[in-house]
């Protein structure tokens, strides 16, 4: 039988038990791990342990791809229709707003923050669910060629804002490349990391203006800190930290922009300002993910538009329509009318596709297009590439 945690809270905040599995999930039930061995959950306010989870080896992770790569194959993948996909995605959208103490996290910031986005994001893509659809090539008229969007399957930063002197009366111009908000760093690992780059700044000549110490005695948090006299081949400037607050002095839009885009990451950024046609031209230039023009809007430009990232602040997008272009391959079809030849000097009666980077055979031609269910058989794969071309049988 797999871990389990149960807690019954008496908070101001709230009041009432919560339950819920700790082993891992495979082949849709909690297990133990392979070794049977657990980790230690740590709260980061006080440095307690909280309960153990189930840890997995390489071999659970080599029993879950095998299970979910057999379901896909199987009962999931191509089977399943876009509608039917959505209808889960609202069962698990309601399913999360009616147990929100089960979710985990803080309880104040997942009911005004975590809960609400992420229910958003599974009706907003329940929606998409049966709109994904593929296109037809315009080539000729003795040919049809088309896309089909198809499941991938089984896979196993600084953040820079601007502030100009008209944001604020008499503060200092300045970009700073952290915003800090109350609560404790998330584990000791990365308590440490930032409490050595704060070192690594002052080191390096930075002065720091406010905080930089450790805050109590317990857990794991670190006063708000602001590092003024930074140069632009400082440690906090050029690394991801999610920590400390560094500012960097600028002359006008030109220099803040070259200056913000001096590092090799790109999460997102913020302009300051109250001139909305300086805002839009800086944004247009920062090379980040997302901008937003003032942190009040942080909110509601994370909720279902936040695309992500630019340079080593990672790859692929999040939300929004963009993201779906990481779950699909991109298969193109061509029907020639006659038969002849099909391209590579595969020959063919009838039909010939390309594919790219996924596997084929006829069997699934047959089970996709039942008008052509005359019966074909695979006559040559063209070396180099995965193209299949396709005889009909006599």
């Given at each position: 039988?797999?871990l389990?945690?149960?807690?019954k809270?008496?908070?101001?905040v ?9 082993g ?9 791990g392979?070794a ?40 999931w993948?191509?089977?399943?229709s ?18 929100p ?15 609400p986005l ?7 893509y ?42 604020h ?11 800090s ?13 930032v ?15 406010l ?13 708000p ?10 440690d ?14 600028f ?5 803040v ?5 001096d590092?090799?990451y790109?999460?997102a ?10 805002a839009?031209?800086t944004?247009?230039?920062?090379k980040?993910?997302?901008a ?12 279902l ?22 779950y ?7 029907r ?19 594919l790219?980077?996924t596997?084929?055979?006829?069997t699934?031609?047959?089970n ?27």
């Amino acid at each position: 039988m797999s871990l389990h945690f149960s807690h019954k809270f008496e908070t101001p905040v709230y009041k009432g038990t919560t339950s819920f599995p700790t082993g891992l999930f495979i082949n849709g039930q909690f297990v133990d791990g392979s070794a049977g061995t657990a980790i230690d959950v740590i709260n980061p306010s006080d440095g307690s342990i909280i309960t153990k989870v189930s840890e997995a080896t390489p071999k659970d992770v080599d029993i879950a791809v095998d299970c979910a790569q057999k379901a896909f194959d199987a009962t999931w993948g191509l089977e399943v229709s876009g509608s039917f996909r959505a209808d889960l995605m609202h069962k698990l959208a309601n399913a999360m707003l009616s147990q929100p103490a089960s979710l985990g996290k803080t309880y104040g910031w997942a009911q005004k923050a975590d809960l609400p986005l992420s229910i958003d994001v599974m009706k907003y893509y329940a929606g998409w669910a049966d709109k994904i659809a593929g296109k037809v090539i315009e080539t000729d008229e003795g040919r049809l060629t088309y896309t089909r969007h198809e499941p991938i399957g089984v896979v196993a930063r600084p953040n820079h804002s601007m502030e100009f002197p008209d944001s604020h009366d008499g503060h200092e111009t300045r970009t700073c490349s952290h915003y800090s908000f109350q609560g404790p760093l998330v584990s000791k690992r990365q308590f440490d990391r930032v409490m050595n780059f704060i070192d690594i700044g002052k080191a390096q000549g930075a002065t720091v203006n406010l905080g930089g110490e450790r805050h109590g005695v317990k857990g794991y948090f670190v006063q708000p800190i602001i590092f003024t006299n930074t140069t632009p081949d400082m440690d906090i400037v050029q690394e991801e930290i999610f920590g400390p607050i560094s500012c960097i002095k600028f002359e006008d839009e030109e220099d803040v922009v070259q200056q913000a885009n001096d590092t090799f990451y790109g999460l997102a950024a913020a302009v300051f300002t109250k001139d909305i046609t300086r805002a839009l031209e800086t944004a247009h230039n920062l090379k980040a993910g997302t901008a937003w023009d003032c942190l009040s809007s942080l909110i509601s430009v994370t909720k279902l538009k936040r695309i992500l990232g630019f340079k080593q602040s990672g790859f692929g997008r999040e939300f929004s329509e963009y993201a779906l272009q990481n779950y699909t391959n991109v298969n193109v079809f061509a029907r020639r009318r006659g038969g002849s030849a099909a391209p590579c000097g595969v020959n063919h009666d009838e039909f010939w596709l390309c594919l790219s980077s996924t596997r084929f055979d006829g069997t699934t031609l047959i089970n996709e297009f039942p008008s052509l269910s005359r019966g074909f058989r695979t006559s040559g794969i063209v070396a180099g590439g995965s193209a299949f071309g396709l005889d009909a049988e006599s």
